[in-house]
């Protein structure tokens, strides 16, 4: 088909979707997030064994092989549950879809915040030979097409090959928020690396876009930093760490799915660890967070780390804590507190002095910063306005945040920590990151939310039955427009359950709906139930 036809087709397509959507029973629908806009039918295809992927009139050359990788990774998940037996005699009972053909109009790659995310994807329930067309502005947003398109996808017993259910399908989908995140904690709990690579692999599956690295924090550092050697002294055991490698592997396999890492330095507090390889920047010996205000090395110390991570972290922005900060030993320590009398700095202007520095410094390295919401509530009009706020403690940030002007990340502790296990999914469905803010040019200053698996308790055992299925509530909460939420999270809990069971399917330790995270399940039952 030329190209001027495929438009024709689409956008006849697009038109049909629209046309239809507002009549789509989402009753029997298995797609999850729910997509913008959506109609099926009730016919069932084959997929061939030999499906194949086509681009014929893409933009996109492919030259990274990120499509042809997202295509392959598409075949091994609807393969997954079961073996497809190829010798098995084929019956002609249904027609036969014989691939996918990908149009993308961004040749570009590139990927960082606000990319288009949007796709289009039509199933037909015939044609000569039959191909469903996935069209988006980037190859990102064909990566989510194939997420969508493999949900649609079941094994059939009966003549033991996979199957499109529920064809005709017409969609046109692109998420609500630009920042999707989940937050991983490698400082209490080492996670191997193959851990953090599964991680990734299961937030594409929820269409989540940020995956959030609490590197380090009080009790260990983990990660080698070349410009000061010594600081991964502060990592539990010689085998507990990660190199340069290591790290770029993870920015690497992330994003080859979309996924962006977002690194995070804490500081002042929460840096102890620190210390293990440096001893000065502790106040002193007895008193050893947050670390030394007083010190240029501290500063120079940060500089080189910030100037590591942007060898390594391409995202634009960069996390740089600022919370949870009690600058007793500031004051205690007595070459500390005869400084803060010298620049007439009580703890809490020599607090606000600290994250500004820390903050220019992260600007000289090209980032734009996020800090914990506490910078905010104790110095908010000093930030610079390239400051992003993350909201933890509560409700009702976001709102007084966006009144001042700056951009917003919510995570309120509430309802969106995962290692809160007794916050049900349905709190973390019904989580709204835009609550009371209701000026247009304020909701655009939200980019998004974050679920936070902090890791006091969690390690490479237990860590993915506690971010799902509860992860995956808050994603439809980022992805989906917000007219199509379930006013009742009941009413998604039948699509939820499927998704859990699928997660199950593809080997992801997602725990049962019922109770909060870490749940068991509760008697024998099947797994759709529970």
Known sequence: MGMLGLRSVLFAVVLHIVVLSAAADIKNLKIWPMPLS???????????NEFVLKTEGSKYPDASGILKEGFSRLLDVIKVAHVVDANFSYDGSSPVLKGIQVVVLSPSDELQYGVDESYNLTIPEKGSPAFAYLTAKTVYGALHGFQTFSQACHFNLTTRAIEVHQVPWTIVDRPRFSYRGLLIDTSR???????????????????????????????????EIPSFPKLWNGAYSSSERYTVADAS???????????????????????????????????SKNCQEPLDVSSDFTFKLIDGILSDFSKIFKYKFVHLGGDEVDTSCWTLTPRISKW?????????????????RAQKIA?????????????????????SPKTIVHNWLGGGVAQQVTAAGLRCIVSNQDKWYLDHIDTTWQNFYSNEPLTNITKPEQQRLVMGGEVCMWGEHIDGSNIE???WPRAAAAAERLWTAYDNIAKNPEQAARRLAYFRCLLNQRGVASGPLSGGGRAAPDEPGSCYEQ
Not at 38 to 48: A, C, F, I, K, P
Not at 340 to 354: D, I, M, V
């Open 38 to 48: 959506v109609s099926y039918g009730h016919r069932n295809l084959q997929l061939s």
């Open 189 to 223: 709990h080492y996670l191997p690396l193959p851990v953090i690579l599964k991680v990734i692999d299961s937030m594409a599956y929820a269409k989540l876009n940020v995956l959030h690295w609490h590197i380090v924090d009080t009790q260990s550092f983990p990660l």
């Open 249 to 283: 592997e993870i920015v690497r396999y992330a994003g080859r799915r979309g996924i962006n890492v977002l690194a995070e330095l804490d500081v002042p507090g929460h840096a102890k660890s620190w210390g293990i390889g440096y001893p000065s920047l502790w106040p």
């Open 340 to 356: 803060l009398k010298q620049h007439r700095f009580n703890g809490t202007g020599a607090y606000e002095y600290f994250v500004l």
């Open 363 to 383: 600007l000289s390295h090209g980032y734009e910063i996020i800090n914990w919401e506490e910078t905010f509530n104790n110095f908010g009009n000093k930030l």
């Open 465 to 467: 039955t506690t971010i």
